[in-house]
């Protein structure tokens, strides 16, 4: 098992940054690619983000291409994302997401989840 722990939500003004931070810890040498996901209420969950193991290769969703930054530390098992020119629509609960194959944009392909954390962006 791979157990993921999110931080760095809160509350920021409209046009601010963002950086969430992922914790992996337990089995992590069977943890291929990281993702970040959003869940804004009454809405599907998101894809926004995802990175590989080797951090060599990454893809974002079109609503936060240009603006977002993902990244990771393996040692220790950290996955990072930075979110700049934040808007009232980024308002949602941000997820940490692990597999254990390559990059992948639905919730099917991650295996582990995190609790979220929740990030909310005043006008």
């Known amino acids: 098992q791979v157990q993921l722990v999110e931080s760095g939500g809160g509350l920021v003004q409209a046009g601010g940054s963002l950086r969430l931070f992922c914790a992996a810890s337990?089995?992590?040498?069977?943890?291929?690619?990281l993702a970040w996901f959003r869940q804004a209420p009454g809405k599907e969950r998101e894809f926004l983000a995802a990175?590989?193991?080797?951090?060599?290769?990454?893809d974002y969703a079109d609503s936060v291409k240009g603006r977002a930054t993902i990244s990771r530390d393996n040692a220790p098992n950290t996955v990072y994302l930075q979110i700049d020119t934040l808007e009232p629509e980024d308002t949602a609960v941000y997820y940490c997401?692990?597999?254990?194959?390559?990059?992948?944009?639905?919730?099917?392909?991650?295996?582990?989840w995190g609790q979220g954390t929740q990030v909310t962006v005043s006008s």
């Open positions: 997401a692990a597999n254990r194959g390559w990059l992948a944009r639905t919730r099917d392909s991650y295996d582990y």
């Open positions: 337990g089995r992590t040498f069977n943890m291929g690619a």
């Open positions: 990175i590989t193991r080797g951090g060599d290769n990454t």
